[in-house]
């Protein structure tokens, strides 16, 4: 494999991130949420705490990629910083409930919502599966083709949040903003 199939440019690696930061939850747990909190503008503020607390996660790998400016993320950021232990650990927690995990959880979201239009008789579990086995392949042959249609793929779920936000935000009060006259 050449070094320019390794590499990604800015756009794919964005595309990367927001589809880690956008993944599944807002598809699957809103409705959940919804149930548990009661008001839609709870729901909002949770996920503005949530973006809040993304985005001081990433100013700090920002600071630590600036003082430990060396490959390996944050294997080497808990290595130098607390102890080889801990970044073995986190590693494993990374790749199985912060990669394996979600995928999964997205493939068999993704399944679920086919369900309709599947035939009858075909689960879910195998379409999601199927679907895990695709992308595999996908990404198999050039990185540089898979990170075009991850891409595109992205760019799909952010039209389509936005298209649902709009949607959604004009509906939590049809009649407008009332207030109560003491």
Do not use: K
């Amino acid at each position: 494999m050449s070094d320019s199939q390794r590499r990604l440019g800015p756009g794919a690696a964005t595309a990367l991130v927001v589809a880690n930061m956008g993944g599944t939850g807002v598809f699957t747990t809103s409705g959940i949420l919804m149930g548990i909190l009661g008001s839609p503008w709870l729901v909002l503020l949770t996920w503005l705490l949530g973006g809040i607390t993304a985005l001081l996660g990433a100013l700090c790998y920002g600071a630590l990629a600036q003082r430990i400016p060396e490959s390996g993320g944050e294997y080497v950021f808990l290595s130098r910083t607390l102890h080889p232990v801990a970044a073995y650990v986190a590693g494993w927690l990374s790749l199985i409930v912060g990669f394996a995990v979600p995928l999964g959880a997205l493939a068999f979201a993704f399944a679920e919502y086919l369900r309709p239009w599947l035939p009858a008789g075909v689960s879910p579990r195998v379409v999601a599966t199927l679907l895990l086995l695709g992308a595999s392949l996908l990404h198999l042959g050039s990185v540089t083709f898979g990170a075009r249609i991850q891409a595109v793929i992205v760019v799909a779920e952010v039209v389509l949040i936005t298209l649902f936000a709009s949607f959604g935000l004009g509906r939590l009060y049809p009649d407008g903003f009332h207030t109560t006259s003491p």
